[in-house]
């Protein structure tokens, strides 16, 4: 066993709950705690004097200065596999480039993305495919994202958006394309494992009747269901603590920043009593920062978000959208997903704009990343 500690201060993110709008005052914050683990696991977090004491035969990691720790952020909505360059801002030279790179050189490309984000303190992410555009073009890039986890420690999940787009080149037409798309394309990702999630949106050029069959299709398969409009996502998905449904939206900031555009209300949806989370949409269109910290903390500026329903927004309620019962949260039975902070006051984190990054990323109970 391991311990790490002590931290001036730990938010767990736990005892929130999943809808509605959060105070500060919400917030758990434990002092001078510690977080004891074995293997990925944590098995305890508590005084890390207490924890010492208590374990005196566990590896101990004792921090020098201060210290503030949240766990790993989520980013719950990305687009990171792609060839080419979006800095000419067209779609068809992204697809183009995308059908002209290799597997292998896709899934390097994701793979380095991907660690650029754990830098950043976020120890999962979703990638999305969607610039395919053919059954077998789809199929290379789902591939290129699955050997891509084998090559980074950040937790990868996976969508599926082969209908993100009418593909400009088709021989056939919009319905016959999503027909192929369900009948040979979805029985592979469920033979292969390459995903469990459908993504659809409102500016692919197909009809609502088209789309509705598609999703017809998806669910019949069990298929996990996430729509996008208007520049916001919407996910039905299982919460951490039941099995019921619930609607999570998902604000992707950082195509707001990309596209000059009014920012998702956050502050309404969250006073209307449902759930957000925040995401980057990190892709090379819209949103090619990809820097989930600053876009939230941005997003959260214009929004008069607190500093609760920030972090839960990259943090839990990211997890939930996801359907992540072992992430998002610090807790006894949960991996070990966590990050450090060089202060006293996780006030600091958010105040600070997005300069401010974890000097130290744990994942699975290993350092990743150490500014030091």
């Not at 719950?76 to 290799?102: H, L, M, P, Y």
């Not at 290129?144 to 950040?154: L, R, Y």
């Not at 729509?227 to 916001?232: A, Q, V, Y």
């Not at 998702?264 to 759930?275: M, V």
């Amino acid at each position: 066993m391991k311990l790490i500690g002590p931290f001036k201060q730990l938010l767990p993110m736990t005892g929130l709950p999943l809808k509605g709008a959060l105070a500060d005052n919400q917030l758990v914050i434990l002092k001078d705690a510690g977080i004891l683990i074995e293997g990925e696991i944590i098995v305890a977090i508590d005084s890390f004097i207490v924890l010492k004491q208590k374990y005196a035969n566990a590896e101990i990691h004792e921090l020098k200065g201060d210290h503030t720790c949240l766990p790993g952020f989520i980013d719950s909505q990305t687009q990171i596999c792609f060839g080419g360059s979006g800095i000419t801002k067209d779609f068809w030279e992204i697809v183009v480039a995308t059908r002209n790179t290799s597997q292998e050189i896709l899934s390097k490309k994701t793979a380095k993305l991907a660690n650029r984000h754990l830098k950043n303190g976020t120890t999962t992410i979703e990638i999305k495919s969607g610039f395919g555009l053919s059954v077998a073009e789809e199929l290379k890039m789902l591939r290129a994202i699955k050997d891509a986890a084998t090559q980074t420690k950040v937790d990868i999940i996976t969508t599926c958006f082969a209908a993100q787009r009418s593909p400009k080149d088709a021989t056939k037409n919009k319905s016959t394309y999503l027909q192929e798309i369900s009948s040979e394309l979805f029985p592979v990702l469920k033979e292969e494992k390459l995903t469990e999630r459908i993504a659809v949106t409102d500016t692919s050029g197909f009809n609502e009747d088209q789309i509705a069959s598609h999703l017809e299709k998806a669910r019949a398969m069990e298929f996990n269901i996430v729509t996008i409009e208007n520049g916001l996502s919407k996910c039905n998905t299982t919460t951490l603590a039941s099995t019921h449904e619930e609607v999570i939206f998902t604000a992707l900031a950082g195509t707001s920043i990309g596209l000059g555009t009014n920012f998702t209300p956050a502050r309404k949806i969250l006073d209307n009593g449902d759930s957000l989370a925040i995401a980057s949409n990190h892709n090379p269109l819209t949103a090619p920062m990809g820097d989930l910290l600053t876009q939230a903390t941005i997003l959260g500026a214009f929004e008069k978000l607190t500093n609760a329903e920030v972090l839960a927004a990259i943090t839990v309620r990211a997890a939930a959208e996801l359907n992540l019962k072992n992430s998002g949260q610090l807790a006894t039975g949960k991996l070990a997903d966590f990050i450090l902070f060089h202060t006293n006051d996780y006030k600091d984190i958010l105040y600070n704009q997005g300069a401010f990054k974890p000097c130290v990323v744990y994942k699975k109970g290993e350092v990743v990343f150490d500014k030091h």
